[in-house]
């Protein structure tokens, strides 16, 4: 396994369509997802993830309006997610991620996204747990090689 960056935030929404909310710390189940996410259940995008790297390409401004809003389940700061490929196996924390899922077609005219939102679709990752634990703020990320 290779060290690919740390966790710097968990997030969750109760809700679909609302943003997520910073919690600090998550059960990731396998077969379902971050529990408590409404995002969560049997299907190929049980949780999102973005790297602070993948944002680099935004503005100041656009930066400071991503400080406000969370469009993910879990940030890192490290390597970007986007570079690797389906079938991809992370470990963080206890639990064990693969990647199913390489950005997201767009729903809606793209004008309508915030801006970090607009990241998650062209760089972020979905990943399906399998393998259960705990995830928080300050745990390793790792890469199986």
């Given at each position: 396994m290779r060290k690919i960056g740390t966790v710097i935030s968990v997030n969750s929404?109760?809700?679909?369509?609302?943003?997520?909310?910073?919690?600090?710390?998550?059960?990731?189940?396998?077969?379902?997802?971050?529990?408590?996410?409404a995002h969560?259940?049997?299907?190929?995008?049980?949780?999102?993830l973005l790297?602070?790297?993948d944002m680099e390409q935004l503005s100041n401004e656009e930066r400071k309006a991503c400080k406000a809003t969370y469009s993910e389940?879990?940030?890192i700061e490290g390597e970007g997610f986007h570079e690797f490929l389906n079938g991809t196996v992370f470990k963080m924390g206890e639990a064990h991620l693969e990647i199913t899922q390489v950005g997201q077609p767009f729903e809606r005219d793209i004008d309508t996204?915030?801006?970090?939102?607009?990241?998650?679709?062209?760089?972020?990752?979905?990943?399906?747990?399998?393998?259960?634990g705990w995830v928080q703020v300050g745990d390793p990320v790792y890469v199986e090689d």
């Open positions: 929404s109760a809700r679909r369509d609302t943003k997520k909310e910073p919690v600090g710390r998550g059960y990731l189940e396998h077969g379902y997802g971050l529990q408590g996410d969560g259940g049997d299907w190929h995008r049980q949780v999102s790297s602070v790297k389940n879990i940030t996204y915030a801006p970090r939102e607009v990241i998650m679709h062209a760089e972020g990752i979905f990943a399906v747990v399998r393998e259960s």
